[in-house]
């Protein structure tokens, strides 16, 4: 069954982009109790201009959650949400890693009305077509054989919070450095 999943093309997205910047392949995973030393084995499939192309493991490794938040407006069609990025680097050659994937993240997402208009853009172009739910035909993209329908970015900005350093302890994630931001964006169905 076809989905609404905003967080899907923000990962695929960035992921996409890391990967043309020389990162390698970034795993990003949902919040979940994980385990990160799977993620060395990660290899992803990148599509660039339309030509798949693999990229092995950078040994920096994403994890996010989802963030439903009060509309900011009367009109109900236009969902607000947040997405909590963290990032750990976790292999010691990839700690200035950390730093730049802060950037990157800033220089694609930090741009408002921009940034989604961007995003919009891509997503357009990966577009792979059609499914119907509820009576209703949506546009629809394909990403690790599940069907996603295509969101309209209205707005996206970026802030970064100061408790990285609550959230990297070695003895638990086994990290060498680590980030935590916030994407926050309004979205339509389309």
């Known amino acids: 069954m076809a989905i609404h999943y905003p967080p899907v093309f923000l990962n695929k997205y960035l992921q996409e982009k890391l990967a043309l910047k020389g990162f390698g392949a970034t795993p990003i995973f949902p919040t979940y109790p994980s385990d990160f030393s799977v993620a060395t084995d990660f290899v992803l499939d990148v599509s660039v201009n339309n030509e798949v192309k693999r990229h092995s493991f950078g040994g920096l490794v994403g994890v996010y959650d989802r963030m439903i938040k009060k509309r900011r407006m009367v009109f109900p069609h236009i969902k607000c949400e947040q997405l909590l990025y963290y990032f750990y680097a976790i292999q010691e ?49 394909t990403f690790d054989n599940q069907d996603f329908l295509l969101p309209f970015f209205h707005y996206i900005c970026v802030f970064q919070l100061e408790e990285t350093r609550d959230a990297i302890d070695f003895n638990t994630v086994r990290t060498y450095a680590g980030t935590k931001l916030i994407i926050d964006y309004d979205w339509h169905k389309s």
Do not use: M, P
Not at 93 to 117: C, R
Not at 124 to 141: C, L, N, Q, R, W
């Open 93 to 141: 050659s990839a700690v200035i890693s950390i730093l730049e994937t802060s950037q990157i993240v800033q220089d694609l997402f930090d741009g408002s009305d921009e940034s989604a208009q961007e995003l919009n853009a891509w997503i357009a172009s990966k577009a792979s077509g059609t499914v119907t739910v509820d009576g209703v035909e949506y546009k629809k993209i």
